[in-house]
């Protein structure tokens, strides 16, 4: 072998030394590296919203039996994912929107409210007509979502909606209530019904489109 070549072959011993040096540190320290650097990474939030919460929320509010027992179907793989990937590409639609929504017992919808805050609307709770005309009155809102029953009234919802244009009050209402039935008529201020919680979130994003849109 000639001179030249040895000197070139103990020229690339240093740089071999630090490859195989860095590489035992590496494995060495892997783990905590990935402890310290990893959760750095996730807490940065980059464009869009961050679905992987919003997909837990969306589980959780469509297997929660306390919603509608026995009226409320879960959510398909399908469904879900069609959700999902509308969420994704409607988070410019849907910050800074605000939700007015109108319910006695708001616990039932709490999934989906984070949901919505995760996507950055702001949702106001009311639970009665009376709370739900003076937030009305405070504050502009894009959607009103709303039950039905309320108590013993079985119709508390239509009736608000009665309320809501003798205030001169026109916005979209959604209807998320149990047993919500088109057939026995609609409203015109009722955008849509139903008791499915995928819906309920393309209702929304629906409404939102237009409002940006227009």
Do not use: C
Not at 179 to 203: K, L, Q, W
Request: proline share 4%.
């Amino acid at each position: 072998m000639s001179t030249v070549l040895w000197e070139k072959l103990i020229g690339t011993i240093p740089a071999l030394a630090w490859v195989g040096f860095a590489t035992i540190v590496y494995f060495t320290m892997r783990g905590s590296i990935l402890t310290s650097i990893l959760p750095r990474l996730s807490s940065i939030k980059g464009p869009g919203i961050e679905l992987g919460l919003v997909a837990e929320l969306l589980d959780k509010a469509s297997e929660s039996t306390s919603v509608f027992p026995g009226s409320q179907q879960p959510v398909t793989a399908t469904e879900r994912r069609g959700v999902l990937r509308r969420l994704d590409h409607a988070v410019a639609y849907l910050d800074g929107g605000r939700i007015l929504w109108v319910d006695d017992n708001p616990a039932n919808n709490r999934y989906l409210i984070r949901l919505f805050e995760q996507s950055g609307m702001t949702v106001d709770l009311a639970r009665s007509t009376g709370e739900a005309l003076e937030l009305l009155r405070r504050h502009a809102y894009d959607i009103v979502l709303s039950d039905i029953m309320r108590g013993e009234d079985d119709q508390a919802g239509i009736a608000m909606l009665a309320e809501f244009r003798n205030a001169g009050i026109k916005l979209p209402v959604i209807i998320h209530a149990a047993h919500f039935d088109s057939r026995r008529g609609m409203d015109p201020m009722i955008f849509a019904g139903t008791n499915r919680i995928d819906e309920v979130v393309h209702y929304v994003i629906d409404l939102m489109e237009r409002a940006r849109i227009q």
